[in-house]
């Protein structure tokens, strides 16, 4: 899967149908207690985070998945994915490279180990995992949205988070299930958060702690 994928650029010239996520984890049971998920099971998770999704994203949407998307074999790809409403642009998570498999790409509009894409004339850094410096990062002109540290509103965060907590400028923002009440969240509510956090000179952690 590595050698099938690069880097790529994308220019969106509107914003009203963009939606971005990331580590929905579908069918990964320890994760419910890692992050303290509001399910009693694997499978109540699995079907509340795709109704979620298809409540808040319609089959013509563009959604960018941030990596981590399922834990478990083909069956459960199969299963799962179909499901799910949109055209869903991959970049891949630290799980992705061992589950995700080139069968599945028909699932995805396209896959890439990170992406830079532009919407509405704003340049966006897509990434799994939050990267320590990107260029536009000191006068907030290009934003980095990322997943893979669970930031959540109600557990206590691991070293991962912790470390992300000290360095965030407010032009990143943590687009995970995990924080945006298990669903997709749209590019126009995403702008009012950042503009808000460049506006107060405040990173997302600051602004909800």
Not at 23 to 42: A, L
Request: charged letters at 25%.
């Amino acid at each position: 899967m590595q050698d099938e994928v690069r880097d790529k650029n994308y220019a969106f010239q509107s914003s009203k149908n963009i939606f971005f996520t990331s580590d929905t984890h579908f069918g990964h049971q320890n994760i419910i207690r890692y992050c303290d998920r509001p399910f009693e099971s694997v499978d109540e998770m699995n079907k509340e985070i795709v109704k979620r999704w298809n409540e808040t994203v319609k089959p013509d949407d563009i959604v960018f998945h941030l990596g981590d998307v399922v834990f478990g074999g083909s069956g459960l790809f199969e299963e799962i994915l179909p499901q799910l409403n949109g055209q869903i642009y991959l970049v891949l998570g630290n799980h992705d490279y061992k589950n995700v498999r080139p069968a599945y790409r028909k699932y995805f509009k396209d896959v890439h180990p990170k992406m830079f894409i532009s919407v509405d004339g704003q340049p966006i850094i897509l990434n799994h995992e939050p990267l320590l410096c990107f260029g536009g990062q000191m006068n907030n002109r290009i934003w980095q949205l990322f997943g893979h540290v669970h930031t959540s509103h109600s557990k206590s965060q691991g070293a991962d988070f912790q470390l992300v907590s000290k360095m965030c400028t407010p032009s990143m923002y943590d687009v995970g299930v995990d924080f945006n009440d298990y669903k997709p969240i749209k590019y126009q509510e995403l702008k009012q958060k950042i503009d808000e956090q460049i506006k107060t000179n405040r990173n997302y952690i600051q602004c909800w702690m």
